[in-house]
């Protein structure tokens, strides 16, 4: 079936609509960051850059680690942007632009988070380097997107509706880390359960002037359990990448740099530092 002109968008010169990349431009193996000036402190460990393209918020550079070819892209802030990033990566190596239709052979891209974010549990410093084992979103992507959960998702989602479904302004969603790049780029890191929300200050428990609906949402969530599994750390995008990157077949994984510890009211004064640690980290893994 031929996907409508309204529906995907291909620019006069054969780029999509907002990544403003073609088809080529994009390796299997796709390191997202949400700062656009993150893009270059990641592909200045390439050993060779291929190319160097962007529009708005999405920057992209394409070189090689080695033999291994990579893309790093930034998504901008929040899972809106998420919902443009990944279908268009889906529909770049996806979709023939010749013809608007979904390939006979679909590929599976790999694709990590590197982002910073605030812990919630108190042995957790700042300076940790932490993977997601679980992205739970706070913020209304889902709902619009028919999503199948694993068992293992099921009870851990309804666990999670029981602690937090008082709020009756949230409908959250869960979706597991790629087992395999968990288990790989993720080894030996601290791992948990990140959640993911619509916004950096009252929707992450922060107060400044305006006043807070939720009162003392930081000790709600990390006092929530399922089994040995909690919520380790808050940032803005990680849930939207693990549900849509399952819905569209890929793997993914997110890794955290820990800029804050939100139970010590601390932010670290030298937060470049440790997004280097993580992006070294994981480029070492790739
Ligand atoms: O540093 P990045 O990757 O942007 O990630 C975190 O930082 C931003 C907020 O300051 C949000 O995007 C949050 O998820
Ligand atoms: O606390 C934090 C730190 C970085 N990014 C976030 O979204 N939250």
Do not use: C, W
Request: no cysteine; glycine share 8%.
């Amino acid at each position: 079936m031929k996907i409508a002109e309204s529906d995907l968008i291909i620019n006069p010169d054969g780029t999509i609509y907002h990544l403003n990349i073609l088809p080529e431009d994009v390796a299997e193996t796709v390191i997202t960051v949400g700062d656009p000036d993150r893009v270059s402190e990641v592909s200045k460990y390439f050993d060779r850059i291929e190319l160097k393209k962007g529009k708005r918020e999405f920057i992209t550079h394409t070189g090689f680690v080695g033999s291994k070819r990579v893309t790093v892209l930034s998504t901008g802030i929040g899972t809106d942007n998420i919902d443009i990033v990944f279908n268009e990566l889906d529909a770049l190596v996806n979709i023939d632009f010749k013809t608007r239709e979904v390939k006979k052979e679909l590929t599976s891209l790999n694709i990590v988070r590197v982002g910073t974010s605030g812990a919630v549990q108190p042995d957790i410093p700042m300076g940790t380097i932490l993977a997601s084992s679980y992205g739970l979103g706070m913020d209304a992507l889902m709902n619009y997107y028919v999503q199948e959960l694993s068992g293992d998702e099921h009870s851990l989602l309804d666990d999670v509706q029981a602690h937090f479904g008082h709020l009756k302004h949230i409908n959250p969603y869960l979706t597991a880390a790629s087992e395999t790049l968990l288990n790989s780029i993720g080894k030996e890191m601290e791992q948990g359960i990140t959640i993911t929300a619509p916004g950096f200050y009252a929707p992450q428990g922060r107060q400044v002037r305006a006043k807070n609906a939720v009162p003392n949402f930081i000790g709600l969530i990390n006092s929530f359990r399922s089994g040995n599994l909690r919520v380790t750390n808050l940032e803005m995008e990680t849930a939207g990448i693990y549900a849509l990157a399952k819905v569209l077949g890929h793997k993914a994984l997110s890794v955290n740099a820990i800029l804050a510890s939100r139970v010590k009211f601390e932010f670290s004064r030298n937060p470049n530092d440790i997004v280097e640690k993580a992006i070294k980290m994981v480029l070492e893994r790739i």
